[in-house]
């Protein structure tokens, strides 16, 4: 028997692509340009006022340090005013540490309860927490004071902390707990499956994958007490223990209502440096922790 054997067809020539039409790219040129434009006018906006405050700093003018030429004159005013600037950042971080430090041990517990675990008046309580945000600020500043002269944490950075991790915890509370919601549940149950106890399936499990829910509420925290400006007036009464915040604002009418607008500005820029760090640094998981519980929700 004989076997025929059909001949290879010849492979197929590769037709060139045509190159995008002129016309197409100019429409979608046009409909990309409002877009730019719109982010580069709010990029301009945002951004130009600390660059001004950079130059500004630095920049000779009349009335501050800084007289003759450009130079750091303004900074070395800010750094021997009252207390020292290392004593003023040293305040803030330690207060910005703590906040940030309570505010995500209580949040972190209290959106898993939310989120994993039924209990009588569970929403009630969220609801209870979430209504913290309907309270003016101001009005609580107060009390708060005299609650905390009663327990002795009255004009220290703790009982500062204390009181700014009290207004983060709604936003905190309710972001952590649409992290978790938007976690399956197969995860932490075949953890618990595998012998695991809450607190661990929580610590080994659900904490990884709800990272970025976790920087977006540490950072949160951290820019609320790096920048407060009411709470440290009202609650901290003694200069050498005052946030970088309330040293700038003290610094403005140090002499017979003379602005120092040099010093001012470097001021500014010494408090907006590590913000703007942070922010770069976190941005990708900032930006994921967000879309995250907006996909959730």
Known sequence: MTTTTLPASPPRPQVPRRPRAPRARLVGIALRTPYWVLTGALAVVFVFPLI???VASVAPQ??????????LGNYATLMEYQAGLPQY????????GMTVLFTLVASVLGGYAFSRFKFPGRDVLFLLTLAILMVPYATLLIPLYVMLNAIGLQNTLVGL?????????PFATFM???SFDAVPRELDEAALVDGCSSFRALRTVLLPAVKPGVITVGLFAFLAAWNDFVAPLILISDSTKIPL???????????????DYGATEAGVVVMALPCVVLFLLLQRHYVRGFMSGALKG
């Open 245 to 259: 915040p309330l040293a700038v604002a003290n610094l403005r009418a140090q002499v017979m209502g003379i602005v």
């Open 52 to 54: 001004w405050a950079g």
């Open 89 to 96: 950042l040293l305040n803030s971080t330690l207060l910005s």
């Open 176 to 178: 952590m707990r649409i």
């Open 62 to 71: 009349p009335g501050s340090s800084q007289v003759d030429g450009w130079g």
């Open 161 to 169: 902390s204390l009181v700014l991790t009290v207004f983060q915890l």
